[in-house]
Protein backbone atom coordinates (compact mmCIF):
# COMPACT_ATOMS: atom_id res chain seq x y z
CA UNK A 1 0.00 0.00 0.00
CA UNK A 2 1.32 3.65 -1.01
CA UNK A 3 1.11 5.80 1.99
CA UNK A 4 1.58 9.64 1.57
CA UNK A 5 4.57 10.59 3.30
CA UNK A 6 3.80 12.76 6.68
CA UNK A 7 6.24 15.73 5.10
CA UNK A 8 3.44 15.95 2.46
CA UNK A 9 1.14 17.14 4.50
CA UNK A 10 2.44 20.21 4.77
CA UNK A 11 2.62 21.27 0.91
CA UNK A 12 -1.53 20.71 1.13
CA UNK A 13 -1.57 24.19 2.04
CA UNK A 14 0.04 25.53 -0.80
CA UNK A 15 -2.35 23.75 -2.82
CA UNK A 16 -5.11 25.36 -1.32
CA UNK A 17 -7.79 27.52 -2.58
CA UNK A 18 -7.50 29.69 0.00
CA UNK A 19 -4.20 29.99 -0.88
CA UNK A 20 -3.77 30.07 -4.96
CA UNK A 21 -5.13 34.05 -4.90
CA UNK A 22 -7.82 33.09 -7.14
CA UNK A 23 -10.76 35.77 -7.08
CA UNK A 24 -14.12 34.85 -6.53
CA UNK A 25 -16.51 34.28 -9.33
CA UNK A 26 -17.35 37.88 -10.90
CA UNK A 27 -20.48 38.39 -10.11
CA UNK A 28 -20.50 36.78 -6.73
CA UNK A 29 -22.69 37.38 -3.63
CA UNK A 30 -20.79 36.81 -0.44
CA UNK A 31 -23.76 36.88 1.16
CA UNK A 32 -24.89 33.12 0.17
CA UNK A 33 -22.89 30.59 2.75
CA UNK A 34 -23.30 27.96 0.62
CA UNK A 35 -20.50 27.05 -2.20
CA UNK A 36 -23.13 25.11 -4.00
CA UNK A 37 -26.38 26.01 -3.63
CA UNK A 38 -29.32 23.77 -6.67
CA UNK A 39 -32.96 25.69 -6.51
CA UNK A 40 -35.79 23.57 -7.40
CA UNK A 41 -33.56 22.18 -10.27
CA UNK A 42 -34.74 19.97 -12.72
CA UNK A 43 -33.66 18.11 -15.51
CA UNK A 44 -35.60 16.32 -18.44
CA UNK A 45 -34.19 14.64 -21.87
CA UNK A 46 -36.02 14.56 -24.82
CA UNK A 47 -35.59 11.24 -26.60
CA UNK A 48 -38.07 11.05 -29.47
CA UNK A 49 -41.33 10.81 -28.27
CA UNK A 50 -39.66 9.45 -24.53
CA UNK A 51 -39.58 12.10 -22.15
CA UNK A 52 -37.05 11.50 -19.04
CA UNK A 53 -37.22 13.36 -16.23
CA UNK A 54 -33.58 12.60 -14.69
CA UNK A 55 -34.31 15.59 -11.79
CA UNK A 56 -37.47 16.35 -10.05
CA UNK A 57 -37.05 19.83 -8.34
CA UNK A 58 -34.07 19.08 -6.38
CA UNK A 59 -32.95 22.26 -3.96
CA UNK A 60 -29.65 21.62 -2.32
CA UNK A 61 -26.95 23.52 -0.34
CA UNK A 62 -23.06 22.64 0.27
CA UNK A 63 -21.04 24.50 2.44
CA UNK A 64 -17.25 24.75 1.62
CA UNK A 65 -15.36 22.17 3.03
CA UNK A 66 -17.75 19.44 3.53
CA UNK A 67 -17.11 15.82 2.02
CA UNK A 68 -20.87 14.48 0.72
CA UNK A 69 -21.73 11.42 -0.82
CA UNK A 70 -24.82 10.90 -2.99
CA UNK A 71 -26.01 7.51 -3.59
CA UNK A 72 -29.12 5.92 -5.08
CA UNK A 73 -29.88 2.81 -7.48
CA UNK A 74 -28.93 3.27 -11.49
CA UNK A 75 -31.49 6.03 -12.55
CA UNK A 76 -31.98 7.91 -9.65
CA UNK A 77 -30.19 11.09 -10.87
CA UNK A 78 -27.70 10.78 -9.31
CA UNK A 79 -24.82 11.18 -12.25
CA UNK A 80 -26.93 13.60 -13.84
CA UNK A 81 -26.65 15.89 -10.11
CA UNK A 82 -22.80 15.44 -10.44
CA UNK A 83 -22.80 16.76 -14.46
CA UNK A 84 -24.50 19.86 -13.26
CA UNK A 85 -22.57 20.43 -9.90
CA UNK A 86 -19.78 19.91 -12.49
CA UNK A 87 -21.00 22.11 -15.11
CA UNK A 88 -20.52 19.64 -17.68
CA UNK A 89 -24.58 20.06 -18.20
CA UNK A 90 -27.39 22.62 -17.01
CA UNK A 91 -31.05 22.07 -15.53
CA UNK A 92 -33.58 22.49 -17.92
CA UNK A 93 -34.96 24.22 -14.78
CA UNK A 94 -34.21 25.90 -11.59
CA UNK A 95 -31.11 27.59 -10.29
CA UNK A 96 -27.38 26.51 -9.56
CA UNK A 97 -25.70 29.18 -7.89
CA UNK A 98 -21.92 28.01 -7.61
CA UNK A 99 -19.54 30.09 -5.38
CA UNK A 100 -22.31 32.10 -5.02
CA UNK A 101 -23.08 33.04 -8.83
CA UNK A 102 -26.58 31.75 -10.93
CA UNK A 103 -24.27 29.48 -13.28
CA UNK A 104 -27.47 27.69 -14.75
CA UNK A 105 -27.55 29.75 -17.56
CA UNK A 106 -24.06 29.87 -18.85
CA UNK A 107 -22.84 28.43 -22.47
CA UNK A 108 -20.97 25.73 -23.12
CA UNK A 109 -17.42 27.63 -23.31
CA UNK A 110 -18.13 29.90 -19.70
CA UNK A 111 -19.14 26.45 -18.26
CA UNK A 112 -15.87 25.47 -19.35
CA UNK A 113 -13.57 28.35 -17.67
CA UNK A 114 -15.27 27.49 -14.69
CA UNK A 115 -14.69 24.05 -14.78
CA UNK A 116 -11.13 25.10 -15.28
CA UNK A 117 -11.36 27.56 -12.42
CA UNK A 118 -13.09 26.15 -10.18
CA UNK A 119 -13.62 22.36 -10.38
CA UNK A 120 -11.46 19.23 -9.83
CA UNK A 121 -12.85 16.06 -11.09
CA UNK A 122 -11.92 12.12 -10.60
CA UNK A 123 -13.57 9.56 -12.65
CA UNK A 124 -13.54 5.98 -12.18
CA UNK A 125 -11.94 4.94 -15.06
CA UNK A 126 -8.73 7.41 -14.03
CA UNK A 127 -9.76 8.81 -17.68
CA UNK A 128 -5.43 8.99 -18.03
CA UNK A 129 -4.05 10.03 -21.78
CA UNK A 130 -1.94 6.47 -22.14
CA UNK A 131 0.69 7.62 -24.02
CA UNK A 132 2.12 10.32 -21.76
CA UNK A 133 3.80 10.43 -18.60
CA UNK A 134 2.45 11.57 -15.34
CA UNK A 135 4.04 14.75 -15.02
CA UNK A 136 2.59 15.66 -18.42
CA UNK A 137 -1.27 13.71 -17.42
CA UNK A 138 -1.07 16.12 -14.85
CA UNK A 139 0.15 19.25 -16.16
CA UNK A 140 -2.60 19.27 -19.31
CA UNK A 141 -5.48 21.21 -17.31
CA UNK A 142 -2.61 23.49 -16.45
CA UNK A 143 -2.09 24.38 -20.55
CA UNK A 144 -5.78 25.01 -21.02
CA UNK A 145 -5.78 27.41 -18.04
CA UNK A 146 -2.83 29.22 -19.56
CA UNK A 147 -0.46 28.62 -16.50
CA UNK A 148 3.34 29.89 -17.03
CA UNK A 149 5.67 26.73 -17.23
CA UNK A 150 7.63 27.79 -13.70
CA UNK A 151 4.74 27.92 -12.33
CA UNK A 152 3.15 24.44 -13.73
CA UNK A 153 6.60 22.65 -12.81
CA UNK A 154 5.86 23.65 -9.16
CA UNK A 155 2.55 22.54 -9.11
CA UNK A 156 3.42 19.23 -10.47
CA UNK A 157 5.95 18.23 -8.06
CA UNK A 158 3.85 19.39 -5.32
CA UNK A 159 1.00 17.68 -6.34
CA UNK A 160 2.75 14.61 -6.58
CA UNK A 161 4.43 14.77 -3.28
CA UNK A 162 0.86 14.86 -1.92
CA UNK A 163 -0.59 12.24 -3.45
CA UNK A 164 3.06 10.02 -2.41
CA UNK A 165 4.03 9.46 -6.02
CA UNK A 166 6.78 11.84 -6.83
CA UNK A 167 8.92 9.12 -8.06
CA UNK A 168 6.23 8.48 -10.57
CA UNK A 169 6.76 11.58 -12.67
CA UNK A 170 8.80 9.99 -15.70
CA UNK A 171 6.24 7.03 -15.69
CA UNK A 172 3.94 6.32 -18.38
CA UNK A 173 0.08 5.02 -17.22
CA UNK A 174 0.16 1.61 -17.93
CA UNK A 175 3.49 1.40 -15.64
CA UNK A 176 1.18 1.94 -12.40
CA UNK A 177 -1.22 -0.26 -10.22
CA UNK A 178 -4.88 1.02 -10.42
CA UNK A 179 -4.33 2.57 -6.98
CA UNK A 180 -1.13 4.73 -8.33
CA UNK A 181 -3.48 6.46 -11.22
CA UNK A 182 -6.11 7.19 -9.35
CA UNK A 183 -3.50 9.00 -7.19
CA UNK A 184 -2.30 10.49 -10.51
CA UNK A 185 -5.70 11.72 -11.63
CA UNK A 186 -5.91 13.29 -7.91
CA UNK A 187 -2.84 15.22 -8.66
CA UNK A 188 -4.73 16.31 -11.99
CA UNK A 189 -7.68 17.53 -10.49
CA UNK A 190 -5.82 19.75 -7.29
CA UNK A 191 -3.45 21.44 -9.49
CA UNK A 192 -5.67 24.17 -10.65
CA UNK A 193 -6.60 24.70 -7.00
CA UNK A 194 -9.89 24.16 -7.40
CA UNK A 195 -12.58 25.07 -4.65
CA UNK A 196 -14.38 21.91 -5.28
CA UNK A 197 -13.21 18.21 -6.09
CA UNK A 198 -16.07 16.09 -8.05
CA UNK A 199 -15.45 12.17 -7.56
CA UNK A 200 -17.86 9.88 -9.55
CA UNK A 201 -17.34 5.82 -8.10
CA UNK A 202 -13.99 6.87 -7.79
CA UNK A 203 -13.11 3.39 -6.65
CA UNK A 204 -15.17 1.64 -9.38
CA UNK A 205 -12.34 0.23 -10.60
CA UNK A 206 -10.00 -0.99 -7.77
CA UNK A 207 -9.96 -3.59 -5.68
CA UNK A 208 -10.87 -3.66 -1.96
CA UNK A 209 -7.83 -2.86 -0.50
CA UNK A 210 -6.69 0.01 -2.79
CA UNK A 211 -10.55 1.29 -2.13
CA UNK A 212 -10.06 1.68 1.65
CA UNK A 213 -6.46 3.25 0.54
CA UNK A 214 -7.89 5.88 -1.75
CA UNK A 215 -10.89 6.84 0.38
CA UNK A 216 -8.40 7.55 3.32
CA UNK A 217 -6.81 9.81 1.41
CA UNK A 218 -9.22 11.49 -0.01
CA UNK A 219 -10.75 12.09 3.51
CA UNK A 220 -7.11 13.55 4.30
CA UNK A 221 -7.40 15.55 1.33
CA UNK A 222 -10.91 17.28 2.55
CA UNK A 223 -9.90 17.29 6.22
CA UNK A 224 -6.46 18.91 5.62
CA UNK A 225 -7.47 21.14 2.67
CA UNK A 226 -10.78 22.15 3.31
CA UNK A 227 -11.90 21.58 0.03
CA UNK A 228 -15.78 20.40 -0.89
CA UNK A 229 -15.51 16.85 -2.02
CA UNK A 230 -18.68 15.12 -3.88
CA UNK A 231 -18.91 11.81 -4.55
CA UNK A 232 -21.13 9.60 -6.06
CA UNK A 233 -21.01 6.19 -5.18
CA UNK A 234 -23.10 3.17 -5.13
CA UNK A 235 -21.00 1.35 -1.93
CA UNK A 236 -22.03 1.91 1.93
CA UNK A 237 -18.39 1.15 2.85
CA UNK A 238 -17.92 4.18 0.43
CA UNK A 239 -19.87 6.70 1.29
CA UNK A 240 -19.27 5.78 4.74
CA UNK A 241 -16.23 7.86 4.62
CA UNK A 242 -18.44 11.38 3.71
CA UNK A 243 -19.27 13.32 6.76
CA UNK A 244 -23.07 13.71 5.34
CA UNK A 245 -24.48 11.29 2.91
CA UNK A 246 -27.67 12.14 0.77
CA UNK A 247 -30.13 9.07 -0.62
CA UNK A 248 -31.71 9.82 -4.52
CA UNK A 249 -34.36 7.89 -5.78
CA UNK A 250 -36.11 8.83 -8.80
CA UNK A 251 -34.62 12.21 -9.56
CA UNK A 252 -35.48 13.69 -6.13
CA UNK A 253 -33.70 13.37 -2.71
CA UNK A 254 -34.92 10.54 -0.21
CA UNK A 255 -33.15 11.32 2.62
CA UNK A 256 -29.86 13.78 3.40
CA UNK A 257 -28.00 13.07 6.91
CA UNK A 258 -24.64 13.65 8.70
CA UNK A 259 -23.18 10.94 8.72
CA UNK A 260 -22.87 10.18 12.68
CA UNK A 261 -20.61 6.74 12.50
CA UNK A 262 -17.85 8.05 9.49
CA UNK A 263 -15.38 6.44 8.59
CA UNK A 264 -11.73 8.04 9.87
CA UNK A 265 -8.33 7.98 8.29
CA UNK A 266 -5.75 6.57 9.95
Not at 127 to 152: D, H, Q, S
Not at 171 to 191: C, E, K, T, W
Not at 206 to 233: G, W
Request: with cysteine; hydrophobic share 40%.
Amino acid sequence: MTKTPSSSFDILASLSPASSGAPRLNGADSRVSGIISLREVSKTYDLGEVRVEALKGLSLEITGGQFVAIMGASGSGKSTMLNILGCLDRPSSGVYLLDGVDVSTFSAAQRADIRNQKIGFIFQSFNLLARTTVWENIEAPMLYGGVPKPERAKRIEEALKVVGIPEKAKALPNQLSGGQQQRVAVARALVNRPAILLADEPTGNLDSATSEEIMRFLQHLNRQKQITLVMVTHEHDIAAYASRIIHMKDGRILSDEVNEEMKRDA
